[in-house]
């Protein structure tokens, strides 16, 4: 206003003429003034939109922990097997102290080795760099304006202590009564009656999985050993060396294990009887490996399908993750099919095994017609009228051409998806287990659980890989123990020990009797006010998917003295996780021993560019040093562009 205030005055009044010089040098010192009232208001107007975007819209925020692997990485390592080339992360912020020691390497507890999931190849990852964690999008005005839906990825203030925001999956409504069986999570009715909740968008169900076997990567010294194929050509006639009745086909399919695919045609193609490619579950043991590695035969026995997380599977000079303990039933295959040529009567069938039923999908590939059922010991026989109808619908795998195919059992529910569209079945596909058990056990047949059969029509199958569904462990927090800030004592949701369950995998009804005879709900006795979670008004349920490793609703302590230890309020919620922002970039140049590149570190900058390590001195003192020997940031490196920008499912 002051300046305005004197331009009004000076108008009209008659002032000496400037010089051309002195209107130059005037208009140069105009331009200087504007350009830096420019600048300085653009850099306020940027830090004014920047904090009302970040108080009323939107905020990044960095993961710290693995909580909710393999949605979300915390501070982690990128890791190639040697063995199968197969890709997958481990979580690493276990390496760092507490309090004083936040953000410092406690040397005894950083990571030495890390097992594939895919191969179960023990190996050194102790130079592979360590990232910090996904950094990420939150939007902190959906909930303004609408209310949360269930499988969102939320961010909120932890009911302990309002100043630590968590990130978690929320799994309950307000008003909901729910309760966690065999890694499924259920609604109780008033009634009683539980009823399983669904994940509904396959995209979240898609995000929920973790990888079982990928046959386009096999190990190569497994290979090179005479360590069986998983997927092989199969006929179901209890031949010595037989999985579930499974032993080799020599007339129908061909396996061409160099491409990793398999086809049938000619003869074998013909006929009434299909001919069936089948998965046998055959990780390699430890023993297996050591084995191998030695030149001598190993042992391979076909075992269940356990909960096995690849983030988790690393060990330090003082720590080794219990990684793997319950059975896994819902199960998921996808593959490529080539089909050549059809015939008469032509039919490709997929079957999913879980405990006493075998889920199918048969299509007929001159129609499009895929049927849902599923055959079980209430059923008569392997006949296709036999079966029990479940849903029927047309598809778009109609005819000669190459299709990808994925068909999935999760959550009581089957999924059929052609060419990355889902074919629509309706509620159809929805089904009650077996028995209506309340309890599922595995059988025999989940030592074999996937197969693939085909009969006229000339087929190539290739780029398998199955995966299991989310396993959502019951664990629950000891009453006793919930004041405590440092919660202990837990119930698992079957009491036997880790040892003696994992001793069981390769007997499937010893597994199922362990398990069952040690329920917590049945066998221990406990109360249901103990594992059944009571929503009140504007409370929800938060879980992790990286459920071995979370601490989440089931385990938080209660020193606040809360009605619900273990709800979350609508108040405390901070916003939904929206988008990967900036994903850790990947290093170039300046390998490690193992052929790991991470970057050069920035000369003058080794404080940022090691990590600082802790380590016990001569006189029995910890001190803070940096450790050259353990980059975790180098230049040059590229963006992760696979991950940036990508929605959070």
């Not at 925001?165 to 008033?190: F, H, S, W």
Request: net charge negative; proline share 6%.
């Amino acid at each position: 206003m002051a300046k305005a205030a004197a331009r009004t005055k000076s108008k009209g009044e008659k002032t000496p003429s400037a010089t051309p010089a002195q209107k130059k040098a005037k208009q140069k010192k105009s331009r200087s003034k504007d350009g830096t009232r420019d600048t300085i208001e653009s850099i306020v107007i940027a830090f004014i939109f920047a904090f009302l975007v970040r108080t009323f819209e939107a905020e990044a925020f960095v993961i710290p922990t693995g909580s909710m692997a393999e949605t979300l990485f915390g501070r982690h390592k990128d890791i190639e097997c040697p063995e199968c080339d197969f890709h997958f992360e481990i979580g690493a912020s276990e390496e760092f102290g507490r309090n004083q020691f936040e953000g410092v390497v406690i040397a005894p507890k950083r990571i030495q080795t890390a097992t594939c999931p895919n191969c179960r190849y023990e190996f050194d990852v102790k130079s592979n760099p360590a990232f910090r964690g996904d950094r990420i999008i939150v939007n902190k005005f959906t909930y303004e304006v609408g209310n949360p839906d269930r499988w969102d990825v939320v961010v909120f203030k932890y009911p302990e202590d309002p100043e630590t925001n968590y990130i978690k999956r929320l799994v309950g409504l307000p008003g909901e009564t729910l309760e966690i069986k065999q890694g499924d999570l259920y609604r109780i009715g008033e009634d009683g009656r539980a009823e399983i909740l669904r994940k509904q968008a396959y995209a979240k169900e898609q995000a929920m999985r973790f990888v079982v076997y990928d046959n386009n990567l096999p190990a190569s010294a497994l290979s090179e050993a005479g360590y069986p194929e998983r997927w092989f050509p199969a006929a179901k006639d209890g031949a010595p060396g037989n999985v579930a009745g499974w032993s080799l086909d020599a007339v129908g399919w061909d396996a061409d294990y160099e491409s990793r695919t398999f086809a049938l045609s000619g003869d074998a193609a013909t006929g009434d009887k299909p001919r069936w490619l089948r998965y046998r579950h055959l990780p390699p043991t430890e023993r297996d490996w050591e084995r191998v590695l030695a030149g001598e035969q190993p042992d391979p026995q076909a075992s269940l399908i356990l909960d096995f997380c690849g983030y988790n599977a690393w060990s330090s000079r003082i720590n080794q993750i219990d990684n793997q303990r319950y059975w896994v039933g819902d199960l998921a295959v996808s593959a490529s099919f080539d089909i050549a040529a059809i015939g008469e009567n032509p039919e490709v069938l997929i079957e999913l095994v879980e405990g006493e039923r075998r889920y199918r999908c048969r299509i007929d590939p001159s129609t499009g017609l895929a049927r849902l059922s599923f055959l079980d010991a209430l059923s008569a026989g392997d006949d296709p009228d036999d079966e029990m109808m479940l849903a029927e619908a047309d598809t778009w795998l109609k005819g000669e051409g190459a299709y990808d195919v994925v068909f999935s059992n999760t959550d009581d529910r089957l999924r059929l998806l052609i060419n990355g569209s889902e074919v629509k079945f309706g509620a159809a596909a929805e089904y009650q287990p077996y028995g209506a058990l309340e309890v599922q056990l595995p059988t025999g047949n989940d030592l074999a659980p996937v197969g693939i059969a085909a009969r006229g029509v000339d087929l190539t199958v290739g780029d398998l890989k199955i995966d299991r569904d989310i396993y959502y462990r019951g664990e629950y927090l000891n009453p006793l123990f919930e004041r405590f800030e440092q919660a202990g004592d837990f119930f698992l949701e079957s009491a036997v020990p880790d040892e003696v369950l994992n001793d069981a995998v390769t007997d499937p009804e010893r597994w199922g009797r362990l398990y069952l005879d040690n329920l917590l709900a049945l066998a221990q006795a406990v109360p249901p006010e103990v594992y059944r979670y009571e929503l009140g008004p504007d409370e929800f349920l938060m879980l992790g998917d990286n459920s071995q490793r979370s601490k989440d609703s089931r385990l938080w302590s209660n020193v606040r003295g809360a009605t619900h230890r273990y709800a979350v309020h609508r108040s405390a919620l901070v916003g939904k996780a929206f988008f990967f922002l900036w994903p850790h970039g990947l290093p170039i140049g300046n390998e490690t021993e193992d052929g790991v590149p991470q970057g050069w570190a920035i000369p003058g900058l080794e404080g940022f560019c090691y990590h600082k390590v802790v380590k016990r001195g001569p006189d029995g003192r910890d001190y803070v040093t940096i450790d050259e020997d353990y980059q975790q940031f180098g230049v040059p490196f590229i963006p992760n562009f696979a991950r940036i920008f990508r929605p959070i499912r």
